[in-house]
């Protein structure tokens, strides 16, 4: 059973920081690869960065790299999403999901479980 929970998200000013994080509060031990998408109020979900099952690769939109760094803790069963020197238009709600293929990391339609979503508001 995957139940994803985010957390860590809220209000920052602009160059803040902030760190997301993901748990599966289910009994599976998640052991595929992970991501975290965002999506802004009038604008389509889209994907900030991926890490596979075993936490060798990364993956990342080039609107977050150099600035976010995606890492996961297999031991809890968590992913992490740490955010630096965020922008105003860092601003949306950010969820993680789970996929069971290693195909392609950056289009939704590769996940099949997902959290209920954690908002990031970025001030200018």
């Known amino acids: 059973q995957v139940q994803l929970v985010e957390s860590g998200g809220g209000l920052v000013q602009a160059g803040g920081s902030l760190r997301l994080s993901c748990a599966n509060s289910g009994r599976t031990f998640i052991t595929y690869g992970m991501a975290w998408f965002r999506q802004a109020p009038g604008k389509e979900r889209e994907f900030v960065a991926a890490?596979?099952?075993?936490?060798?690769?990364?993956y990342y939109a080039d609107s977050v790299k150099g600035r976010f760094t995606i890492s996961r803790d297999k031991a809890k069963n968590t992913v992490y999403l740490q955010m630096n020197s965020l922008k105003p238009e860092d601003t949306a709600a950010y969820y993680c999901a789970v996929t069971l293929s290693s195909s392609n990391y950056y289009t939704s339609a590769s996940y099949r479980y997902w959290g209920q979503g954690t908002q990031v508001t970025v001030s200018s």
């Open positions: 890490i596979t099952g075993s936490g060798s690769s990364t």
